[in-house]
């Protein structure tokens, strides 16, 4: 899996979008997130250090690979060399991507985020904390999570779903793995603990419309990826 392709949007062709070159792309039923330098939806909240720890190991200290991206771990980033991860993370700091943008999170008292605050509350906060926080190396942080910010709320939305397997490698064989919640919530319900995840503790994003829901639990009942 080279990067490159996965996470540069394409155009009507099928061509590279050079000028949104790493900035992120829908790729089977998921999203491939930012890669570049952009403080919220990139990875210019991580270290050297910890863009390195998460393409040996799948996880760090806010995150934890799934999908895709977990095949890519296990199967390629876990067998490299420590230099070359270095190398890899010094190049990605290096790539400006979007410029920063002032964006303003859905007010508490949006009924959405009121809704989702309560779904979050008895459903998702044992594992991600009330704040958020998730557990450092095992249990994926959603405050100032690139991918819970993306754009498109695509992987989100998959993850609340169907769940997900995080990735297991020699310096993280644990593979956490987060439950379906298809069966238990309704698309406005997904639409709202979505949208209040994705503007809660600092984050900032758009919010996710249930018809958008409703339109990928269709699609996933087609994959069986």
């Known amino acids: 899996m080279h990067c490159g392709m996965c996470h540069t949007p ?22 491939a997130p930012d890669i570049t330098n952009n403080p919220r939806r990139g990875v210019g909240g991580w270290s050297e250090d910890e863009i390195a720890t998460y393409l040996k190991t799948g996880h760090n200290k806010t995150s934890a690979a799934s999908g895709p991206m977990a095949e890519e771990v296990t199967r390629s980033s876990a067998l490299m060399s420590d230099a070359d991860l270095h190398a890899i993370a010094i190049y990605l700091k290096d790539q400006p991507g979007a410029a920063p943008t002032n964006e303003t999170p859905l007010a508490a008292d949006d009924p959405a985020m009121q809704q989702g605050a309560a779904i979050y509350r008895d459903e998702c906060s044992a594992c991600h904390s009330p704040n958020g926080s998730g557990v450092a190396g095992f249990l994926p942080s959603l405050g100032g999570s690139p991918t819970v910010q993306s754009m498109q709320p695509t992987s989100l939305i998959r993850v609340v779903l169907r769940g997900a397997q995080s990735a297991a490698t020699d310096g993280a064989p644990t593979a956490p793995a987060m439950p379906s919640f298809g069966w238990l919530l309704s698309d406005e319900q997904v639409a709202a603990v979505t949208t209040y995840i994705r503007n809660a503790w600092g984050n900032a994003a758009p919010a996710v419309d249930a018809a958008e829901v409703t339109r990928q639990r269709q699609q996933l009942v087609q994959r069986s990826d």
Do not use: E, P
């Open 10 to 31: 394409k155009n009507f062709l099928g061509g590279d979008r050079s000028s949104q070159r790493l900035q992120g792309y829908a790729l089977q039923g998921w999203f």
